[in-house]
């Protein structure tokens, strides 16, 4: 099991490298390439 701090040190990695600077970008980038849909986000 991974510990959240491992899991937000992954996430701010992957933000950093594809330049996203906040939890909305990242929800956008995430719909715009069907990572989730719209409605996963409930």
Same mark, same amino acid.
């Given at each position: %099991?991974?510990?959240?701090?491992?899991?937000?040190?992954? /996430? %701010? =990695?992957? %933000?950093? /490298?594809?330049? *996203?600077?906040?939890?909305?970008?990242?929800? =956008?980038?995430?719909? /715009?390439?069907?990572? *989730?849909?719209?409605?996963d =986000?409930?």
């Open positions: %099991m991974l510990s959240a701090k491992t899991i937000s040190t992954h /996430k %701010m =990695r992957l %933000m950093q /490298k594809l330049g *996203i600077e906040n939890n909305a970008e990242l929800i =956008r980038y995430a719909i /715009k390439h069907g990572l *989730i849909s719209e409605r =986000r409930s």
